[in-house]
């Protein structure tokens, strides 16, 4: 009795499944349009709004899967406990231009001979060009233990580089009550490459606040060999982690984390990898991160680590004419910001509208990205750089130092500028504040 009624469900699954599917098939979707914008966040907004304003309506598809935007540079004001997570984030339908129509789904693969996107739905959208600027993600697997210790809310470790966890990094400060407390920055391209270093300063900051400084040994655990890519702040940084007496240990990488025991496994690229554990009463990992996965299984249109490979310059595709791209997915050797998006947003605007009339690109991005680096909870240092670590500062200040303006800069300016200017398709990083300070300068 019991093997007949295994067979009929076998059977009512196996018919249930192909009328979904048939179903499913009848109800994909094709789209056509002019312009799809796939990946609505930081760059994806910018362009879909700068382009809905050029072209005729209904022109812009923006393809995202995510109902919720976040300005992830706040995040690591989140995990100091200056602002909330819900201050990061709005809706998605909020911020992206009304013009353009939204689908709510995720590219799976691109055709770029076809010029056509399949979405994990099923769904087809043909293009005649294309912007790509789907960020990067978090690779948690490469490190084993790590996904484990930061669903577990007693663990002591946490990241700043994911809205889920980045509250939980002003608990387990709040909860510090000595030993070592360590931070990490892994072997691959991050976002943010100064955000790893800017926790680990605000943890000394709190900890003195707290009283519990005396008992803390702060440790930066950091893949680089140097403390910042640009000389000019790198010496600047080094005097102010030799001022809050952190220790800092290059070359050195996460391997894996073992929350039972409250230990970290690292090695160290100089030393022939050699490993070595540290216990830890917290942990602040800055986890490996790596393009979305229909990118990587993309050769066609990506380098060996799965980057959308653009002309350094113009931006555009280097084999795809109609394909440009902007932001972290790019393999353009900058540093990964959403500064550095507010100049490429400007630069791929002319130089796709050049392409949509048959003419060559012509603007240059010269590789600007801007990282406001906060020492404490009320200094900061904003580095701002060209390709090289070429410092190109904007205020008539030495930025290097340390300064209360730079921190407020950080924490209220550039949020509003953002949500307000940048995400409508209205800022193209501080070049006009330089025109203003300085008319005649280069
Ligand atoms: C902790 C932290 C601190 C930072 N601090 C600063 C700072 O101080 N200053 C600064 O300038 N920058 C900072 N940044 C970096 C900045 O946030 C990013 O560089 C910027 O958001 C990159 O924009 P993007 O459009 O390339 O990617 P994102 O803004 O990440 O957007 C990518 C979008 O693509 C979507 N997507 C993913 N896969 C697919 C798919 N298959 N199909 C369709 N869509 C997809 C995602 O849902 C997402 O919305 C920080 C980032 C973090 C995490």
């Known amino acids: 009795m019991n093997n007949i009624l295994l067979k009929l469900s076998k059977i009512r699954v196996t018919s249930s499944t192909r009328r979904s599917l048939s179903l499913s098939a009848t109800q994909n979707k094709n789209y056509s349009c002019k312009l799809l914008v796939v990946g609505g966040g930081s760059g994806g907004c910018t362009v879909a709004a700068k382009f809905t304003k050029r072209l005729k309506k209904d022109s812009v598809i923006v393809l995202e899967p995510s109902s919720t935007h976040y300005y992830q540079p706040l995040f690591t004001l989140v995990g100091a406990g200056v602002k909330p997570v819900s201050a990061t984030c709005r809706s998605e339908k909020s911020v992206l231009p009304s013009a353009a129509t939204w689908i709510q789904d995720a590219a799976e693969s691109i055709d770029a001979e076809k010029c056509s996107v399949k979405t994990v739905k099923g769904d087809v959208i043909n293009y005649e060009y294309i912007v790509i600027a789907v960020g990067l993600k978090n690779d948690y697997c490469k490190v084993p233990g790590l996904s484990e210790a930061l669903k577990d809310e007693n663990s002591g470790v946490s990241t700043i580089f994911d809205p889920v966890y980045c509250e939980k990094t002003w608990r387990d400060m709040q909860r510090f009550q000595g030993g070592n407390a360590v931070f990490t920055y ?12 800017k926790i680990a300063y605000l943890a000394d900051s709190y900890f003195t606040k707290a009283n519990v400084r005396s008992k803390a040994n702060i440790v930066y655990n950091t893949c680089l060999p140097v403390i910042f890519g640009v000389k000019k702040y790198a010496d600047a940084l080094l005097k102010v982690v030799e001022r809050k007496n952190i220790k800092v240990n290059y070359q050195t990488v996460l391997k894996e984390v073992r929350p039972a025991e409250k230990e970290a496994v690292f090695y160290n690229t100089a030393d022939t990898n050699k490993e070595f554990t540290m216990s830890y009463s917290l942990l ?13 299984n993309s050769p066609n249109m990506t380098d060996a680590a799965g980057y959308l490979t653009v002309d350094k310059y113009t931006l555009q595709h280097t084999k795809y004419p109609n394909m440009y791209g902007l932001g972290d997915c790019t393999n353009t050797p900058n540093s990964k910001t959403a500064a550095a998006v507010a100049k490429q947003g400007y630069v791929l605007e002319q130089n796709l509208l050049n392409t949509m009339k048959k003419d060559e690109p012509k603007e240059h991005y010269n590789g600007y990205g801007a990282c406001p680096l906060v020492t404490s909870y009320n200094t900061c240092i904003i580095a701002e750089f060209l390709y090289d670590g070429v410092p190109r500062e904007t205020l008539p200040i030495n930025q290097a130092r340390e300064s209360r303006l730079a921190y407020y800069m950080k924490r209220d300016l550039f949020p509003f500028l953002y949500w307000n200017f940048m995400l409508k398709g209205n800022y193209n990083g501080p070049e006009f504040v330089r025109k203003i300070i300085n008319p005649f300068g280069k």
């Open 186 to 197: 892994p072997n691959s391209p991050i976002k943010c490459p100064g955000a790893p270093q």
């Open 284 to 296: 602040h990992a800055t986890p490996p991160m790596c393009t979305p996965e229909f990118l990587r």
